[in-house]
């Protein structure tokens, strides 16, 4: 059972419903009940709590208060849940609506189920969003926890909804033209759209480098700290590794020494480092870029970086590389997923089978598209492995999923993590090279 930190009932609603925070092995994370049940993705709290926050303004809690934040004119009240989420990722996302036609307000309800005191989203929309409109969802408010002993979390954020394409969507339609004919190459409005949202996203380091770097030269990145952190993640992987069902023996010897050779060329102690920490977007997904008006406009989604100011000691962890790093590992996982869909119902195999077949092998349906995806990626992210140092952040990305995907158990994508690894090392240099040092 979770300790209570903090809890508060609410009444006066068509229920009594309580929220509050509960910690565990010290993660925390934000609830919402209705007797015994969860309605964080519910009407009863996406309507009738969320409509109470709005309305107050604030809400004591036993041992501190919750607060709503405007960040600009919000729509009329009350507000009708549309699309609930019914997931159990760290985030419940539901739509909602109010007004009514020709007046219709489409919003998005983000709700952090999984609380990070580092969590700056809200701040960091506001003001972006006041710095230069029309780059990210708009955002219209939120709401945080303050506890008496001054901790700050963010629980909720109210942005407009983008009625959008995401990028994936363009790459999914031509890469199944492809499949399905005698192609190899990547339709060529699409590569003009990839490159037109690097050229996007290049102006937009720019634009938050300048928002939240106030001008003052950029601390050095702290290399040191992130090739520690990612060879201790190597040492948990390895115990993961050897405990793996998935594989074969041959399979895990090859991916520990693949592991080995990682330690020594990517993130051995002591690496040279002449990277200046910058600011990023923090969470770059397919899904996050979002394409309207036939293409002519752009908006972004999720905006999570890790400082907001050069002067925060997290700004030294914080780089553009990772967001590119991102971006080429949502690629991967796009490219192998639609790969192993497009096998399964070739052979009739089912999906998991199919990826699983992937690992360290060839497929003739998915070598005759490595034309097309080596196009996609040169268009979205510049030439492959442009430089040493973003390598590093992409097999640091790489680590960072499977771990997760270990610990939360899904087998499916720990396989395309061990399809992009051994794809990758092809392209390594030998041990014994200097070129990561």
């Given at each position: 059972?979770?300790d209570?930190?903090d809890?508060?009932?609410?009444?006066?609603?068509?229920?009594?419903?309580?929220?509050?925070?509960?910690?565990?092995?010290g993660?925390?994370?934000?609830?919402?009940?209705?007797?015994?049940?969860?309605?964080?993705?519910e009407p009863l709290?996406?309507?009738?709590?969320?409509?109470?926050?709005?309305?107050?303004?604030?809400?004591?809690?036993?041992?501190?208060v919750i607060?709503?934040?405007?960040?600009?004119?919000?729509?009329a009240?009350?507000?009708?849940?549309?699309?609930?989420?019914?997931?159990?990722?760290?985030?419940?996302v539901s739509?909602?609506?109010?007004?009514?036609?020709?007046?219709?307000?489409?919003?998005?309800h983000?709700v952090?189920?999984?609380?990070?005191?580092?969590n700056?989203?809200?701040?960091?929309s506001?003001?972006?969003?006041?710095a230069?409109?029309?780059?990210?969802?708009?955002?219209?408010?939120?709401?945080?926890?303050?506890?008496a002993?001054?901790e700050?979390?963010?629980?909720?954020?109210?942005?407009?909804y983008?009625?959008?394409?995401?990028?994936?969507?363009?790459?999914?339609?031509?890469l199944r033209?492809?499949?399905s004919?005698d192609?190899h190459?990547?339709?060529?409005h699409?590569?003009?759209?990839?490159?037109?949202?690097r050229?996007?996203l290049?102006?937009?380091?720019?634009?938050?480098?300048?928002?939240f770097?106030?001008g003052?030269?950029?601390?050095?990145?702290?290399?040191?700290?992130f090739?520690a952190?990612?060879?201790?993640?190597?040492?948990?992987?390895?115990?993961?590794?050897?405990r793996?069902?998935?594989?074969?023996?041959?399979?895990?010897s090859?991916?520990a020494?693949?592991?080995?050779?990682?330690?020594?060329?990517?993130?051995?102690?002591?690496?040279?480092?002449?990277?200046?920490?910058?600011?990023?977007?923090g969470?770059?997904h397919?899904?996050?870029?979002?394409?309207?008006?036939?293409?002519?406009?752009?908006?972004?989604?999720?905006?999570?970086?890790?400082?907001?100011?050069?002067?925060?000691?997290?700004?030294?962890?914080?780089?553009?590389?990772?967001?590119?790093?991102?971006?080429?590992?949502?690629?991967?996982y796009?490219?192998l997923?639609?790969?192993?869909l497009?096998?399964?119902?070739?052979?009739?195999?089912?999906?998991?089978?199919?990826?699983?077949?992937?690992?360290?092998?060839?497929?003739?349906?998915?070598?005759r598209?490595?034309?097309?995806?080596?196009?996609?990626?040169?268009?979205l992210?510049?030439p492959?492995?442009?430089?040493?140092?973003?390598?590093?952040f992409y097999?640091a990305?790489?680590?960072?999923?499977?771990?997760?995907?270990y610990?939360?158990?899904?087998?499916?994508?720990?396989?395309?993590?061990f399809?992009?690894l051994?794809k990758q090392f092809?392209?390594?240099?030998?041990e014994?090279?200097?070129a990561?040092?």
């Amino acid at each position: 059972m979770d300790d209570i930190v903090d809890d508060v009932a609410i009444d006066g609603l068509s229920a009594p419903v309580r929220i509050g925070i509960a910690g565990t092995a010290g993660a925390l994370r934000f609830f919402a009940v209705s007797g015994s049940r969860d309605v964080l993705a519910e009407p009863l709290f996406q309507q009738e709590v969320l409509g109470r926050l709005i309305a107050c303004g604030r809400v004591p809690t036993r041992h501190g208060v919750i607060e709503f934040e405007a960040a600009s004119v919000l729509p009329a009240l009350p507000w009708s849940l549309a699309a609930r989420d019914t997931g159990s990722s760290s985030n419940c996302v539901s739509r909602l609506v109010a007004g009514a036609a020709p007046l219709v307000h489409t919003l998005v309800h983000k709700v952090y189920r999984e609380l990070a005191p580092g969590n700056i989203e809200l701040d960091a929309s506001m003001r972006l969003d006041q710095a230069a409109p029309g780059v990210l969802a708009r955002c219209l408010g939120g709401y945080l926890y303050r506890g008496a002993n001054g901790e700050q979390l963010v629980l909720g954020l109210v942005t407009e909804y983008v009625q959008g394409e995401g990028v994936y969507a363009a790459m999914s339609r031509d890469l199944r033209a492809l499949w399905s004919g005698d192609g190899h190459q990547a339709d060529p409005h699409l590569l003009e759209q990839l490159a037109g949202w690097r050229d996007f996203l290049g102006r937009f380091h720019d634009t938050i480098e300048r928002t939240f770097g106030g001008g003052a030269a950029a601390p050095a990145f702290d290399l040191a700290a992130f090739c520690a952190d990612a060879r201790a993640r190597l040492d948990r992987l390895r115990e993961h590794l050897h405990r793996d069902a998935l594989l074969g023996p041959e399979t895990i010897s090859r991916v520990a020494r693949l592991f080995d050779q990682l330690e020594s060329s990517c993130f051995a102690a002591g690496a040279a480092n002449d990277l200046r920490a910058s600011a990023c977007h923090g969470d770059l997904h397919l899904s996050h870029l979002l394409v309207q008006a036939e293409g002519t406009q752009r908006r972004l989604i999720d905006f999570s970086p890790l400082a907001l100011t050069k002067d925060e000691a997290r700004f030294r962890a914080s780089s553009k590389l990772l967001d590119w790093a991102a971006l080429e590992r949502a690629l991967d996982y796009f490219f192998l997923d639609e790969a192993a869909l497009a096998l399964s119902q070739h052979t009739g195999q089912d999906q998991q089978l199919a990826m699983q077949g992937l690992i360290g092998a060839s497929a003739p349906l998915v070598e005759r598209a490595g034309q097309w995806r080596t196009q996609v990626r040169a268009a979205l992210c510049g030439p492959e492995r442009a430089s040493a140092a973003r390598r590093r952040f992409y097999f640091a990305r790489l680590l960072q999923e499977l771990e997760y995907n270990y610990d939360h158990q899904r087998p499916y994508y720990r396989c395309i993590d061990f399809c992009s690894l051994i794809k990758q090392f092809l392209h390594l240099p030998k041990e014994g090279t200097r070129a990561y040092r």
